[in-house]
T-cell receptor
Framework: GESVGLHLPTLSVQEGDNSIINCAYS??????FIWYKQESGKGPQFIID?????DKRQGQRVTVLLNKTVKHLSLQIAATQPGDSAVYFC?????????????FGTGTQLKVEL | DAGVTQSPTHLIKTRGQQVTLRCSPK?????VSWYQQALGQGPQFIFQ???????QRGNFPDRFSGHQFPNYSSELNVNALLLGDSALYLC???????????FGEGSRLTVL
């Protein structure tokens, strides 16, 4: 069946460096992609999203890149801080809006070393 | 403004028992979705409620059922618990079917 997967289960970076978390998706019909951050013992927290008609979207210290040709999504975090340590999930959906089912990947653990 | 609230936060059950988890959506939200998150995995969609009806359902057995009340709160029921049902159960709400999705902190279920 369709799935969303991540390349790396764990990513360790030095404080102040940039982080790049990658995600591959297989459902070519997906129209909407979201990155979530999940800290230990908490629910997923929205970071940034992108529609399939875009290649790049920037937020505060975060950038999402979408390559539809190879079905690849990435999250870039600039100047990574200790508070960025968490598990990051990409999710895909057929459309925007909470009425649509999200399909999550397995997650990447980001560890920020001081 | 309270966000999505879930109860209980933690609970322990034994195999074969039944469990009910509760969710109060964010103020003003009318759509509730439930996800199961096994340890070390991403959340998996169980089902969604809108206008007190189950609108969508993921690949979960009939042991998983739910309900949405007129005040938009929701319950997730799991019957005949299996060890594999141990997971974090997440509730998410949105304003109608087009609004942004907000997640609660989850209910951690352990089945012994």
């Amino acid at each position: 069946g369709e799935s969303v997967g991540l390349h790396l289960p764990t990513l360790s970076v030095q404080e102040g460096d940039n982080s790049i978390i990658n995600c591959a998706y297989s459902n070519s019909a997906s129209d909407y992609f979201i990155w979530y951050k999940q800290e230990s013992g908490k629910g997923p927290q929205f970071i940034i999203d992108i529609r399939s008609n875009m290649d790049k979207r920037q937020g505060q210290r975060v950038t999402v890149l979408l390559n539809k040709t190879v079905k690849h999504l990435s999250l870039q975090i600039a100047a990574t801080q200790p508070g960025d340590s968490a598990v990051y999930f990409c999710a895909e959906s057929p459309a925007t809006g909470g009425g649509n089912k999200l399909t999550f990947g397995t997650g990447t653990q980001l560890k920020v070393e001081l | 403004d309270a966000g999505v609230t879930q109860s209980p936060t933690h609970l322990i059950k034994t195999r074969g028992q039944q469990v009910t988890l509760r969710c109060s959506p964010k103020s003003g939200h009318d759509t509730v979705s439930w996800y199961q998150q096994a340890l070390g995995q991403g959340p998996q969609f169980i089902f969604q409620y809108y206008e007190e009806e189950e609108r969508q359902r993921g690949n979960f057995p009939d042991r998983f059922s739910g309900h949405q009340f007129p005040n938009y709160s929701s319950e997730l029921n799991v019957n005949a618990l299996l060890l594999g049902d141990s997971a974090l159960y997440l509730c998410a709400s949105s304003l109608s079917l087009t609004g942004e999705l907000f997640f609660g902190e989850g209910s951690r279920l352990t089945v012994l």
